[in-house]
């Protein structure tokens, strides 16, 4: 018996060998593209860390022409460590030369753009004989004012002036991270009064302030009480007079220990009144005078007399003539004390009260109270950072040793971890050092933070 051959097997052999050869070509076609994808992957890579790392390097620049030259640099370095020369056989590749421009007032903007051109393998059969990669990537960096509000009080002197000699080696790093073509820089020294030493108020890119800071921090020494919340005033107000909606505006807040220091404006009298109250001697009118209580003892500028009312010996006029060898610049501080201590400041912002200390007694308060200062300068100090945040401020704070008071400094900074993290404010941070060998690492943790880069 003959058999009949079906002519359709003839035709799904042949398509099944054109099939066979068409997945042969894609399945080639694949291995050229997932190599192209990795060595593109590899190069988006190179351009975002170029990109990044140039931001970042701004620094270096006092001028435009400083810091191109910089990021030119800079980018070279990056961009061929991430993708060196003939990276899985590239037969070119390298980047154009990035820019910097200003998108926007307050932001200063890198663009990086690499390029590589890779051969092909399977593709060779349909004559692609190479494929060409471009990338780009732009990083934006948001420029800062920045206030340094520093402890300068005698327990900086301890251990043989290890806190102080940390601090003083710390401050220059940390101002090494910011650019003098696009941020501002402050400083507020405080101890039993602050003192502004370096005004943030200066067009960018007018001011040395690597230097001059680097000087002001050499030329103090440790000594004296410590009056935080003045200090923080005296920083935000600065800062706020700047009026700079561009910037980010920040505080960072340094103290090895806990607020003994309170200053406000209390009447001159020639006898015993309701206190506190400046004592009276012939050179001086009986007009408001600016004083600053401290924790009751023999070294603190006032006393208790007879009758239990504080007189401080040492009152200094709103003008600010310093006294006994200290520098106060207190009188923009704005505080609102309970009418008992006749307080003659103004009194339209902050008040002494806040849930921190709320166990704060009635009016009229025990002035004479160890206690008493540091519950009501603390209250102050929050009052003043929470005014300072509603403005916008980011605020950092730094604790050196076992003296800190590690709750009220995270309160001051909005840290998350906070009992009083308010969530509908700037989130700052609280960064402890343990001791004065971890205050460096801590102080280029906050540059890290506030060095902003936006894309």
């Known amino acids: 018996m003959k058999m009949i051959r079906n002519p359709r097997s003839g035709q799904i052999m042949v398509l099944l060998s054109i099939a066979s050869v068409l997945l042969l070509l894609l399945g080639a076609a694949m291995v050229d593209w997932i190599y192209i994808f990795t060595v593109r992957a590899r190069l988006v890579t190179a351009v975002d860390a170029s990109a990044m790392a140039a931001t970042r390097e701004l620094v270096s620049g006092a001028t435009l022409a400083a810091q191109q030259a910089t990021v030119d640099r800079v980018v070279d370095r990056i961009f061929h460590a991430n993708f060196p020369d003939n990276f899985l056989m590239a037969i070119s590749s390298g980047f154009d030369p990035p820019t910097i421009d200003q998108p926007s007032p307050g932001r200063t903007r890198v663009q990086v753009s690499g390029h590589a051109v890779m051969p092909t393998f399977f593709l060779r059969i349909v ?69 502004l030493d370096y005004t943030i108020q200066y067009p960018k890119g007018t001011k040395p302030f690597k230097s001059e800071i680097q000087t002001i921090v050499e030329g103090h020494s440790p000594g004296g009480w410590t009056n935080i919340a003045a200090a923080l005033y005296q920083g935000y107000d600065d800062v706020r007079d700047l009026a700079d909606a561009d910037s ?202 506030v060095v902003h880069i936006t894309q």
């Not at 494929?131 to 300068?152: E, G, H, K, Y």
Request: aromatic residues 10%; contains cysteine; glycine residues 10%.
């Open 248 to 449: 980010l505006n920040v505080l960072v807040l340094f103290s090895d220990g806990i607020l003994t220091a309170l200053t406000n404006q209390f009447p001159v009298r020639s006898a015993p009144g309701a206190g506190p109250w400046c004592v009276a001697n012939g050179a001086e009118p009986a007009t408001p005078r600016w004083g600053t209580l401290t924790g009751n003892g023999p070294e603190g500028p006032f006393k208790i007399n007879q009758d239990g009312q504080v007189a401080i010996d040492d009152c200094f006029q709103a003008g600010g003539a310093a006294y006994t060898g200290e520098d106060p610049q207190a009188e923009n501080l704005i505080l609102n004390v309970p009418v008992s201590w006749t307080p003659l400041g103004e009194t339209d912002v902050f008040s002494i009260y806040h849930s921190f200390n709320a166990a704060l007694p009635s009016p009229p308060i025990p002035a004479s109270s160890n206690d008493t200062v540091t519950m009501v300068g603390e209250n102050l100090a929050l009052n003043i950072a929470n005014q300072a945040r509603n403005e916008g401020f980011l605020i950092y704070t730094i604790g050196l040793g076992p003296g800190v008071d590690g709750p009220f400094m995270e309160a001051i900074a909005n840290d998350p971890d906070s009992a009083y993290y308010d969530s509908t404010q700037p989130s700052g941070e609280y960064i402890f050092a343990d001791d004065s060998d971890a205050l460096i690492e801590a102080f280029l943790r906050v540059a890290s933070a």
């Open 127 to 195: 004559g692609k004989t190479d494929f060409p990669i471009s990338v780009s990537a732009t990083a934006v960096r948001q420029d800062s004012n920045v206030m340094l509000v520093l402890d300068r009080s005698g327990s900086m002197g301890d251990f043989g002036g290890a806190p102080w000699d940390a601090l003083q080696s710390a401050v220059p790093l940390f101002v090494n991270e910011f650019s003098e073509q696009n941020d501002r820089f402050g400083t507020v020294f405080y101890s039993t009064n602050p003192f």
